[in-house]
């Protein structure tokens, strides 16, 4: 479970046992951002000066970066399968819990007041909010896709169910203009809709392995806006990155030698999208792009 806390694509915030870290590209060397943690994290986010866990019994632990400051509190329900920092349209910023116990929980940050709470018929695994703040996309254990409006008010309005493909969905994620989101999927598709088409589905992309080894766990647009690339882990040693001007060229990428399968336990790109970051049980695996590439992109692979 890797991320990027800002800006500075120097700094990657990593879940390394009991402690998350921040470890700096340039020096090559680690902070502890939270230590010893009381359970065992497995999901983390970081955005707009915060750093959150989430553990097994509905644990939060959220910091403020650049300071001491840090809460922990249960926010209810069963596992927290993610979290999510983002920046509502007032500034306020809010903090949005997946839990399994069907629901996805918004907190005002810092002080954990319990702003909404929103009931699915579904364990709850992912949630992708715009970049303008204006949309909600919520996936979890069904093939049902629900999309949200985010008012100025702070409601959040459902607008539209999509169906993915046959099984449950664990990632989703919006591209830098706000109008298109993608969704990864258990039986190895990535799928991809135009908010300003929802009747139809944009692109429907096979993860490489054709197995339970390609079950697609994390999906990622670029959001550096002159970089329109696409990226989705397989639940063991493959990822691919996509052309997100069309969808139509696809790139897989091996990242254990062969006859070996390896775990992938997160993905992001850097801020300026001249990285992908792949997280694995050993460590972390920086894989940068060839934007000159790119440009000329489906003649020349990216990595």
């Known amino acids: ?13 990593a879940i390394y046992q009991n402690n998350v870290y921040q470890y700096n590209l340039a020096r090559k060397s680690a902070t502890v951002a939270l230590k010893d943690i009381a359970f065992s994290p ?7 000066g915060y750093l959150a866990v989430g553990g097994q019994r509905s644990q939060v632990i959220i910091r403020q ?25 007032n500034d306020q910023v ?9 629901s996805l929980k918004v907190f005002s940050v810092p002080n954990m007041n319990l702003l909404s709470t929103l009931s699915f018929s579904h364990a709850v695994n992912n949630v992708g909010v715009s970049p303008d703040g ?14 949200h409006s985010i008012t100025s008010s702070g409601e959040y309005k459902r607008i539209g169910a ?4 046959k099984d449950a969905a664990f990632s989703c994620s919006w591209d830098s203009s ?10 190895g598709y990535v799928c991809v809709w135009d908010i300003r088409h929802l009747g139809r589905k944009l692109a429907q992309i096979p993860s490489f392995q054709r197995s339970q080894k390609g079950a697609c766990r994390v999906v990622k647009f670029s959001q550096t806006n002159s970089v329109d690339l696409l990226v989705f882990s397989e639940h063991t040693t493959y990822f691919n990155i996509v052309d997100a001007r069309a969808f139509d060229v696809q790139q ?4 254990a030698p062969a006859g070996v399968d390896l775990h992938l336990s997160g993905l992001a790109f850097s801020p300026d999208s001249d990285s992908v970051f792949v997280g694995v049980e050993q460590g972390i695996l920086e894989y940068p792009i060839d934007l000159m590439s790119r440009r000329c992109f489906p003649t020349g692979s990216l990595i």
Do not use: Y
């Not at 497995?42 to 707009?48: D, E, I, K, L, P």
């Not at 809010?94 to 069907?102: G, P, S």
């Open 1 to 13: 479970m890797i991320a990027f806390p800002g800006k500075d694509r120097r700094e990657i915030v």
């Open 42 to 48: 497995n999901a983390v986010t970081c955005g707009h």
């Open 65 to 89: 970066l650049g300071s001491n400051w840090v809460a922990q509190t249960a926010v209810g329900g069963a596992i927290n399968n993610s979290l999510l920092l983002h920046k509502h349209q």
């Open 94 to 102: 809010r903090l949005l819990v997946c839990n399994n116990d069907q």
């Open 134 to 147: 204006s949309l909600m996309a919520v996936v979890g254990d069904s093939s049902q896709v629900l999309v």
């Open 162 to 165: 999509l169906t993915a493909v």
């Open 178 to 187: 706000s109008t298109r989101f993608a969704v990864a999927c258990q039986d």
């Open 252 to 255: 897989s990428v091996r990242v």
